[in-house]
């Protein structure tokens, strides 16, 4: 199997980041891309709901809980630490790009999502795996600055990104 490529989507919150997700994924299924996405909070998740059957199971003292139904499955478990990356993409089936929404410090490549409006610095000077700027604003920058509301340019230039790295 080849190893899939990893694209994270960096900025600030509120900046856009699953917005422009939404946007792009539907763009790349066209293309045959097939992406699976791993998005980190940093809020508490709430995975389940008290009372429902799944829930109680996992009160119980089970390990892991799996939620089966006709159009999906949910595994739902306890962790005494949140894995590492590459415990994270084995947990996925193997598919052409995976993109990471957060979890800006890892070391992947990343386009960074960045909008003039709320103020925050620019997180492209001090990470050097963010090969693009996808902002709000023009800027003058080292790596390619993408007009955010242009989504054909961004899904382009991770089209184009993933053909040169395979």
Excluded at 48 to 53: A, F, Q, R, V
Excluded at 134 to 142: F, G, K, N, W
């Amino acid at each position: 199997m080849t190893k899939q490529a990893v694209l994270g989507l960096a900025g600030w919150s509120g900046s856009g980041k699953t917005t422009l997700l939404e946007q792009l994924l539907p763009r790349w299924h066209q293309a045959g891309v097939q992406v699976s996405v791993i998005k980190h909070s940093h809020h508490p998740l709430v995975f389940d709901t008290p009372g429902k059957d799944s829930y109680r199971h996992r009160a119980a003292g089970a390990a892991q809980v799996m939620l089966l139904g006709e159009q999906g499955l949910a595994v739902y478990e306890n962790l005494a630490t949140p894995p590492d990356l590459q415990a994270q993409l084995a947990r996925l089936q193997p598919v052409d790009l995976v993109v990471l929404e957060g979890q800006k410090w890892l070391p992947v490549p990343k386009i960074e999502v960045y909008r003039a409006a709320l103020g925050k610095p620019l997180l492209q000077p001090d990470d050097p795996n963010i090969m693009a700027v996808a902002s709000d604003v023009a800027l003058e920058l080292p790596v390619p600055c993408l007009p955010l509301n242009h989504i054909e340019a961004i899904a382009n230039f991770v089209l184009c990104w993933l053909k040169e790295s395979k």
